[in-house]
């Protein structure tokens, strides 16, 4: 079966996460994905580990062409690539690409079935258009460091840009969206994606549980803050799970499991309102029940009672779990010097289309000369 969007051009202008990844998923449906850099490279390439790591994480199976927008001969080439795009994708500053003529007010009247995307930190309509919006000024703004964290300490970001993340996810949700429509109208058209609003809107729960208590959300740690045990971390003898068993029938069966009925005749365990109140003890009695007990064997114990549990697992305890090796999302990606590595899919199967393994990320501007330009 072919590739969804085999077929399809994307040119990108991007840096860092939010456009490369967004671009790495197109081109993981079979989308052609040029990436237009600029002289050096994308600046993730000069950062050291963690910008070798964005590399190698979103720009697998991409071409790669070095053009300075800023000399004209570099932009005639970048319009030469745009004229046979259908699809543009674009993270740079503020205001750059309409600078150099290659904003979708200049391209569009020309080029009526393009899908132009810009990502920016904040809102191009807002008062913060113009201002440089990283993941972590994203994860600040939008609410999500005010509730994350212990319930006493300081507010803490994610551990991963996952404003980034959440960006370049819903980018492919409008890219995809726009050519459907554009497979109906023939009319392409203009996409904005903020790292702000992107982050408001992974939050709508929590957005709906504001509205439905009356509270601010705050921080709550592991565990949730109206059920227990819900969410919470129980160290064992080699490790941690998170578990939870807050209905009255689950409770019941947790309790059998770790040979303390008694707590389900106490008080101080009787619904969840008076275990959220007690919650310290309640764990301190489940940490005593699984404390000396190996990880796998209390998943092993707990699953097998239909209670919900995890482990907590290192990167390379992922890659090692049947359950990543199964699930098709670890596929192997090529450094550009051949090295081969583990690195994460489509996060969804589609029937007859499989992750194509062995993407090498193209050496700086590895395609450049190879490709057309506007000689208008």
């Given amino acids: 079966m072919t590739n969804p969007l085999a077929g399809v051009r994307v040119v990108e202008f991007g840096h860092y996460i939010a456009a490369p990844a967004a671009t790495q998923s197109l081109a993981d449906l079979g989308a052609e994905v040029v ?7 994308d600046q993730a390439r000069g950062i050291g580990a963690y910008g070798e790591g964005i590399v190698l994480a979103y720009n697998r199976g991409k071409r790669s062409v070095v053009l300075d927008l800023k000399r004209d001969d570099d932009k005639r080439a970048a319009l030469g690539l745009i004229a046979e795009a259908d699809v543009v994708v674009q993270n740079l500053r503020a205001g750059a690409m309409a600078r150099r003529g290659l904003g979708p007010d200049a391209l569009l009247p020309d080029h009526p079935r393009l ?6 930190g904040f809102s191009s309509r807002g008062p913060s258009a113009s201002r440089a919006g990283l993941d972590i000024a994203a994860q600040a703004e939008s609410g999500l460091m005010s509730i994350n964290g212990e319930q006493d300490g300081d507010p803490l970001r994610v551990g991963f840009p996952i404003a980034d993340v959440a960006a370049s996810n819903a980018v492919v949700q409008g890219v995809l969206a726009a050519l459907l429509r554009r497979e109906r109208t023939g009319r392409g058209g203009v996409i904005e994606v903020s790292l702000l609003d992107a982050m408001i809107h992974m939050q709508s729960a929590m957005w709906g549980e504001w509205h439905a208590s009356g509270q601010e959300p705050r921080r709550k740690g592991n565990g949730q803050a109206t059920v227990a045990p819900a969410a919470d971390l129980v160290r064992t003898a080699d490790g941690a799970i998170v578990l939870s068993a807050y209905t009255p029938e689950h409770f019941a069966r947790l309790c059998e499991l770790m040979g303390r009925t008694w707590m389900l005749d106490d008080p101080r365990f009787a619904d969840n309102p008076s275990r959220v109140a007690h919650r310290d003890v309640l764990l301190a009695e489940i940490s005593a029940a699984f404390g000396t007990v190996r ?3 209390c998943l092993a114990a707990l699953t097998e009672r239909g209670l919900v549990a995890a ?3 290192t990167y390379g305890e992922v890659a090692a779990s049947a359950d990543a090796r199964s699930s098709g999302i670890l596929t192997t990606g090529v450094t550009p010097d051949g090295v081969r590595y583990p690195i994460p899919s489509l996060p969804f199967t589609l029937d007859g289309v499989d992750p194509v393994p062995d993407r090498a990320v193209p050496e700086v501007g590895a395609d450049t000369g190879t490709l057309p330009r506007d000689e208008s």
């Fill in 115 to 120: 899908v132009y995307v810009s990502v920016s």
């Fill in 35 to 41: 990436k237009v850099e600029p002289p050096g490279g």
């Fill in 311 to 313: 482990a907590v697992r």
């Fill in 295 to 297: 990880t796998e064997d």
